[in-house]
């Protein structure tokens, strides 16, 4: 099975609102993270990372949450825009890098306008 | 700077045939990932490459295989083609095992088997 996985195939959000998209890994050994953003008929944009020795990073306009207790991730995006419209994948490997990341089903983020 | 590039963008390959797609790496990268991503799922991987050697490889078959040049370009093969290995294959580079650096994705080419 899969050791990544996210709790909703689909999440719609008013413009200018915040939205929070959800991950569960099942890999306790894992101890990098990532979110991807990946558009129509485009390979998968890095946003953010964090590893398993932060429970929060902050970037511009988005926010990763860690949560080691229970296997949980979170990207919270502020103030949403018609561009943030995509699928949205979290990601894990151990120690880092390109090699061997388990990607989750994907959330399609869409903004309503 | 160019960033990770793939050629070629679109391909359609019948039943039984062989395939082979390039990958360019971000300047100043040295390994290589290459990825499967089928329709409405999320990218599976498939092995690596680093100092022209494969370094650790995904649950897929023999029939997948690759290479790395010593300029760090990497090629995938696939042998064989099954309808099921259509999909968009992504190449990701990043730089030096070691330091573990955030992994760029290509666009990707995307595979039809007809």
Request: net charge negative; aromatic share 10%; proline share 4%.
């Amino acid at each position: 099975g899969e050791s990544v996985g996210l709790h909703l195939p689909t999440l719609s959000v008013q413009e200018g609102d915040n939205s929070i998209i959800n991950c569960a890994y099942s890999n306790s050994a894992s101890d990098y993270f990532i979110w991807y953003k990946q558009e129509s008929g485009k390979g998968p944009q890095f946003i953010i990372d964090i590893r398993s020795n932060m429970d929060k990073r902050q970037g511009q306009r988005v926010t990763v949450l860690l949560n080691k207790t229970v296997k949980h991730l979170s990207l919270q995006i502020a103030a949403t825009q018609p561009g943030d419209s995509a699928v949205y994948f979290c990601a894990e490997n151990i120690g880092g890098g390109a090699d061997g990341l388990t990607f989750g089903k994907g959330t399609h983020l869409i903004i309503q306008p | 700077d160019a960033g990770v590039t793939q050629s070629p963008t679109h391909l359609i390959k019948t039943r039984g045939q062989q395939v082979t797609l390039r990958c360019s790496p971000k300047s100043g990268h040295d390994t290589v990932s290459w990825y499967q991503q089928a329709l409405g799922q999320g990218p599976q991987f498939i092995f690596q490459y680093y100092e022209e050697e494969e370094r650790q490889r995904g649950n897929f078959p023999d029939r997948f295989s690759g290479h790395q040049f010593p300029n760090y370009s990497s090629e995938l093969n696939v042998n064989a083609l099954l309808l099921g290995d259509s999909a968009l294959y992504l190449c990701a580079s990043s730089l030096d095992v070691s330091m573990n650096t955030e992994a760029f994705f290509g666009q990707g080419t995307r595979l039809t088997v007809v």
